[in-house]
Nanobody, 121 residues
Framework: VQLQAFGGGLVQAGGSLRLSCAAS????????MGWFRQAPGKEREFVAV????????YYADSVKGRFTISRDNAKNTVYLQMNSLKPEDTAVYYC???????????????WGQGTLVTVSS
């Protein structure tokens, strides 16, 4: 499974960005997809996850109500809509795929290369 995340950039606090992650695998629809982030000097942390069907989603408390994860299995793509961005959301964002729905970073089998999101105050 190859994953490619894109859509990052520089945005002012309060603004929005939408990240996308395209997967190159015919069985994409069988994978649960997660978004994680890693800020400078910090460990990688869970942001959101969506089940293979799209029917189940979980969010980190820090982004709940501001971020929305979704997927389009016809396009082998998962999205992360980020609204009301804060400077503390600044990080490299990674998408990941796993056959088990989980928040655990270490449980994911496949990772994209990451896309940088910078939120200025």
């Amino acid at each position: 499974v190859q994953l490619q995340a894109f859509g990052g950039g520089l945005v002012q606090a309060g603004g929005s960005l939408r990240l996308s992650c395209a997967a190159s695998v015919r069985t994409y629809g069988l994978y649960n997809m997660g978004w994680f982030r890693q800020a400078p000097g910090k460990e990688r942390e869970f942001v959101a996850v969506i089940s293979w069907s799209g029917g189940v989603t979980y969010y980190a408390d820090s982004v709940k109500g501001r971020f929305t994860i979704s997927r389009d299995n016809a396009k082998n793509t998962v999205y992360l809509q980020m609204n009301s961005l804060k400077p503390e959301d600044t990080a490299v964002y990674y998408c990941a795929a796993n056959k088990r729905i989980t928040r655990e970073v270490g449980a994911y089998d496949y990772w994209g290369q990451g896309t940088l999101v910078t939120v200025s105050s």
